[in-house]
């Protein structure tokens, strides 16, 4: 079954260090990948999807995510952290032909000043 | 704007109660879900619908059900039958099957709680 797998619950950075979220699906078939972002009492938010016409996927807000089928990961990173990039982080993989989507446990991202 | 409309933001449930969350969409998105969100769990699938008048069970269906009367509309009745039903529940919508790439759309959430 498809499924992904975050790795550390909680991520500490300081304001304007890299930020690294990572991500590892476990797909038999072509995955299709989702990175979302919620903010304390908000819904979902998508921040970038995998659709294989690249492996570096831009979103929105400065995140991008890499594709790695060697390493079946989709990690999500953020060159230089920003205070307003603390929330919860979701990894989420969407079978083809099914509306089945699996969501990660989450990372909770906190930005130190 | 088009959107996922959630209500009420927040919601108190005696024991014994039965509650109903609504969900309501205008993006004319034909497939609708509810999730559960526990802390440190993620999100747990309860129901989803693909189309008006049907629907299947999720992971979690256990103590919930839902009807698709119309295409908007997606409401989540919360039962006595379920033991522990403090948590925070999103819906969301997408289009129709088969376009793997379309996103799910949340709204901005239910929290529950126990009196």
């Known amino acids: 079954a498809q499924s992904v797998t975050q790795l550390g619950s909680h991520v500490s950075v300081s304001e304007g260090a890299l930020v690294l979220l990572r991500c590892n699906y476990s797909?038999?078939?072509?995955?299709?990948l989702f990175w979302y972002v919620q903010y304390p009492n908000q819904g979902l938010q998508l921040l970038l999807k995998?659709?294989?016409?690249?492996?570096l996927v831009k979103g929105i807000n400065g995140f991008e995510a890499e594709f790695k089928k060697s390493e079946t990961s989709f990690h999500l990173t953020k060159p230089s952290a920003h205070m307003s990039d603390a929330a919860e982080y979701f990894c989420?993989?969407?079978?083809?032909?099914?509306?089945?989507?699996?969501f990660g446990a989450g990372t909770r991202l906190t930005v130190k000043p | 704007d088009g959107g996922i409309t959630q209500s009420p933001k927040y919601l108190f449930r005696k024991e014994g109660q039965n509650v109903t969350l609504s969900c309501e969409q205008n993006?004319?998105?034909?497939?609708m879900y509810w999730y559960r969100q526990d802390p440190g769990q993620g999100l747990r699938l309860i129901y989803y619908?693909?189309?008006?008048?049907?629907?299947q069970k999720g992971d979690i269906a256990e103590g919930y059900s839902v009807s698709r009367e119309k295409k908007e509309s997606f409401p989540l009745t919360v039962t006595s039958a379920q033991k522990n039903p403090t948590a925070f529940y999103l819906c969301?919508?997408?289009?129709?099957?088969?376009?793997?790439?379309?996103?799910?759309?949340f709204g901005d959430g239910t929290r529950l709680s126990i009196l």
């Open positions: 969301a919508s997408s289009t129709s099957q088969g376009d793997p790439h379309q996103p799910q759309h």
């Open positions: 797909s038999s078939v072509p995955p299709y």
């Open positions: 995998y659709t294989s016409a690249a492996t």
């Open positions: 989420a993989v969407r079978v083809y032909n099914n509306n089945d989507m699996r």
């Open positions: 993006l004319n998105h034909d497939a």
């Open positions: 619908s693909q189309i008006v008048n049907d629907f």
